[in-house]
């Protein structure tokens, strides 16, 4: 789909999801029409609509407990059907198997919740080959809009999740540095944290649309890595808004000291630096290492000279500064590793793919 199509269509209320839905059902009635005739038509709709998530692991799994729910309660209607007409009493009976026998296997809540309908409609329409109907025709709804969760979505999406990712990163930098100030600037960073946690965790919620699409098959590994990065961005945020609890809690003459600035602005450089280096293609001018080494001097000089100056009350608030500064500097560090572990064995894979295509093409002219 076109972005600026889309763009179009959401002014207008035509939102990826809807069109999902719309296609989903649509198909669905047309296969079991074409497959089955006029016989309830409606049932593989009804599944394409509800099952029908953000993303393609969520439709499976809502799919799957929608399965077990159908055909679990249609197993304990046939049995109770056998014995009794349809009634307070086998509606009581059916219902207490069912929902229990699905309790008691600790099912999803979703699907014992399906149990419950499919076994009152599958004993009300007992003469019908309701219970045929329903499960062919729900498994026909399920994998239309399965295929239709993997087909349809959002345009250069890859791209767009990683800028938000990277743009939720250096604000987060932002917010870091800007704690030091006062007024307005403490005001302007306690807004950029607000706003790389929406950025951050939106570029996550978008993540997991993209995950299993067809489209975006040959980027399975940058999207992995692009979910390990927002998952460290995210737990370095959680550091962050402890820091600015902890600056706000000291007196005005050490939040707002020249060493604090000093400290704080190297731990923000460190986090920008790692945006910029995991999420984009920018050459960076700095070493992250040597960033990483330097924030920490700085944090270990600065310290270790308060603590002469300081009275033990203070050291303490000062400590608790200190030490969420420090866990940023290593969950950066700890995700700088695990991104240049990860670069041999994406070197390797590509080098291996290579010799494969040599030798197949050797083996075609031979």
Not at 114 to 122: H, I, M, P, R
Not at 146 to 165: S, T
Request: glycine share 8%; charged share 20%.
């Amino acid at each position: 789909m076109n972005e600026g199509l889309q763009d179009r269509l959401e002014k207008f209320g035509l939102s990826l999801y809807m069109i999902r839905v719309t296609l989903a059902a649509s198909l669905s009635w047309l296969a079991v029409h074409t497959l089955y005739g006029d016989s309830y038509l409606y049932f593989a709709p009804l599944a394409a609509i509800l099952i029908t998530q953000g993303s393609v692991k969520a439709s499976l799994e809502k799919g799957v407990y929608r399965m077990t729910g159908i055909v679990l309660g249609g197993i304990v209607s046939l049995v109770v059907g056998r014995f009794f007409d349809v009634g307070a009493l086998s509606i009581l009976l059916m219902l207490l198997i069912g929902i229990g026998v699905a309790t008691a296997c600790r099912i999803n809540i979703q699907a014992i919740s399906q149990v419950g309908v499919t076994s009152v409609l599958a004993l009300t329409f007992y003469n019908d080959h309701y219970i045929e109907w329903r499960v062919a025709e729900t498994l026909i709804g399920v994998v239309i809009a399965l295929i239709i969760n993997m087909i349809i979505v959002p345009p250069k999406g890859f791209v767009k999740v990683k800028g938000l990712a990277l743009e939720g990163g250096l604000l987060l930098a932002d917010a870091l540095s800007g704690q030091t100030g006062g007024g307005r600037e403490a005001i302007q960073a306690g807004d950029a944290l607000t706003r790389s946690a929406s950025l951050l965790a939106k570029s996550e919620l978008q993540q997991k649309e993209l995950h299993y699409t067809l489209t975006h098959y040959h980027c399975r590994n940058e999207l992995r890595g692009l979910t390990q990065t927002t998952a460290h961005l995210k737990k370095i945020h959680s550091y962050v808004k402890e820091i600015r609890a902890e600056i706000a809690l000291l007196p005005a003459h050490y939040a707002a000291a020249d060493w604090m600035a000093e400290v704080v602005t190297a731990t923000a450089d460190c986090i920008a630096l790692y945006g910029t280096k995991t999420l984009s293609d920018a050459e960076c001018q700095r070493s992250l290492p040597e960033s990483l080494r330097r924030a920490r001097d700085l944090q270990l000089a600065w310290f270790s000279e308060l603590q002469g100056q300081c009275s033990l009350t203070s050291i303490r608030d000062l400590g608790a500064v200190f030490s969420h500064l420090n866990r940023v500097l290593e969950e950066i560090e700890q995700a700088d590793y695990v991104v240049m572990s990860a670069a041999p064995q994406k070197a390797k894979a590509g080098a291996a793919h290579a010799v494969r295509f040599i030798q197949k093409g050797l083996s075609h002219k031979l």
